[in-house]
């Protein structure tokens, strides 16, 4: 990985291809959430901050004096284009080990899970790579006479502020760069102020693969001077923003202003939906709760499709929720960097803070704690000061709980029971939100019934959490606007031109004269 001295000296806004101090000289302390203690510095940007990094986004963008040029990234050939993000992969590929430990501190989750992150981030690279570079150069459109050449073309939107949440940082990041790049845009980035690290050091994996200075910029700072001013900007063209519902809309209004193009991604409150056809057999009841408890658990809950609503038919509701307590309680929880680890800290003590009203509230609208519901105690790899929360689950809920309606955001499932088919999918279809959803069953027909019915972006069948690049993501609802990944991924960061030519023109005479 390249060196990032710089960078942990607090130097880690990045445009017009140097690295910087804030403006203010401000720095943030970055915190490990295992053990809540600092062990990096970033810069602390603002409003000031972000103006440099839009200009310098929009200086490579244009190019020439006063804009009156193009830039020369949106010239750059395609294929050009295409194999600087097939380096970027390789050089995640070759810093593996060292992102995905970095991720881990960063974030909390495990090592391992850090490691996945960055081989989905080169998947993601890889993937757009491959789709620009395939695509014809444009889309021939019949006129109805040979005189008439008409053609469809897609250019670049322009400078693109990407705003990326804390629990996927370069994850999320590379969904968005990516396509971004592929497109031949120009961007900043602003990460989480409270996860920066490996995106930060994804740009200088983009500059050591040759991306002309400008064309990647990088603000660390908060939301509300850093992404406010990114979403007001005159000079920014599109924001594409994922994180809460809450911010995600003070980001819309804010854009509205300047009419720029948003996309956004706003989390989910996601159905598990367990027909008892799924557990018939002991392998079927065995895979639906391990794959419940992924659903739900994984990264400590702090997944914007996390399967955080179980929906279970009622005749096995008491025996699949017991074992699924009894397999929550043996979960590993502990620092990410350590073996043998299954699931790390929440990010902050505020996550665990909101986590812990969110169960209160739940018990005292007459939810049964099955497993968890506290913190658990130290241990060698679990210290008492990191921002631990045993996986908890929440039995005999309803749609009225405010834990079943609202992204907790944290390792809390809840437990709902149907008896019909009608009855499930409507308790599933039963959120503002629309990101994702899965539904187990041994019927092949009941399966294709169900996914056709519910009304969310992604819908597994007998599976939970794959996502694949070329597949698009997104939701209905208050899930957000847009999509990402997939060719309608890349089509965010195009708008489309019609180019018509009439190869023989000749006087209209619709005026007399």
């Not at 041994?442 to 069948?461: F, K, P, Q, S």
Request: charged share 25%; with cysteine; glycine share 10%.
């Amino acid at each position: 990985m390249a060196d990032n001295t710089e960078q942990q000296a607090g130097k880690t806004i990045h445009a017009g291809g140097e690295w910087l101090e804030a403006v203010s000289g401000a720095t943030r302390e970055i915190i490990d959430p295992a053990d809540a203690l600092p062990f990096a510095v970033v810069a602390e940007g603002d409003e000031k901050d972000t103006d440099i990094a839009v200009a310098a986004a929009r200086a490579a963008f244009d190019g020439g004096e006063g804009g009156a040029g193009e830039g020369t990234w949106p010239r750059t050939p395609v294929t050009e284009r295409a194999a600087l993000l097939r380096r970027v992969a390789d050089l995640l590929v070759r810093d593996r080990e060292q992102l995905g430990l970095l991720e881990s501190r960063d974030a909390g989750k495990t090592v391992e899970e850090g490691r996945v992150d960055i081989d989905c981030v080169a998947d993601a690279f890889r993937y757009f790579a491959d789709l620009v570079a395939g695509e014809a150069p444009g889309r021939v459109v019949d006129a109805g006479t040979p005189e008439v050449h008409s053609v469809v073309v897609h250019e670049p939107v322009g400078v693109c502020a990407l705003i990326t949440p804390w629990n996927y940082p370069l994850l999320q990041a590379s969904w968005k760069i990516a396509p971004a790049l592929a497109a031949g845009n120009t961007f900043v980035v602003k990460p989480s102020e409270i996860t920066p690290l490996t995106t930060v050091a994804l740009i200088d994996l983009l500059v050591e693969a040759g991306l002309p200075a400008g064309v990647a910029n990088i603000v660390t700072g908060p939301g509300h001077s850093v992404g406010a001013r990114l979403a007001e900007h005159p000079d920014v063209d599109l924001v594409s923003f994922t994180g809460g519902l809450i911010s995600g809309t003070k980001v819309a209004q804010a854009a509205a202003v300047t009419v720029k193009k948003v996309a956004l991604e706003l989390g989910g409150k996601n159905p598990n939906v367990v027909f008892a056809d799924a557990c018939a057999t002991e392998e079927g009841f065995d895979t639906a709760v391990d794959q419940a408890l992924n659903a739900a658990f994984i990264h400590s809950g702090q997944v914007c499709s996390a399967g955080a609503r179980l929906i279970v038919e009622e005749s096995v509701r008491e025996r699949f929720v017991a074992e699924l307590a009894r397999r929550a309680e043996k979960i590993r929880l502990g620092r990410g960097t350590e073996d043998g680890v299954e699931c790390g800290p929440l990010v902050s003590e505020q996550q665990r803070a909101k986590t812990e009203s969110y169960v209160a509230a739940a018990l005292a609208e007459g939810a049964v704690l099955r497993s968890g519901g506290k913190r658990p105690e130290p241990t060698a790899t679990r210290p008492a000061t990191g921002y631990f929360y045993e996986p908890t689950v929440l039995d005999q809920c309803h749609r009225e709980m405010t834990v079943v309606r609202e992204e907790v955001f944290g390792p809390v499932l809840t437990v709902e029971t149907f008896r019909t088919e009608d009855e499930a999918v409507a308790l599933a279809n039963d959120t503002e939100y629309g990101l994702a959803g899965a539904v187990w069953t041994a019927d092949a027909g009941r399966a294709r019934r169900v996914a056709g019915r519910l009304r969310h972006g992604t819908v597994w069948i007998n599976d939970f959490h794959p996502y694949l690049p070329q597949a698009e993501w997104g939701g209905f609802g208050k899930s957000g606007v847009g999509r990402e990944l997939g060719p309608a991924g890349l089509a965010e960061y195009r708008e489309a031109k019609h180019v018509y030519q009439n190869l023989a023109p000749r006087p209209v005479r619709w005026f007399a004269g």
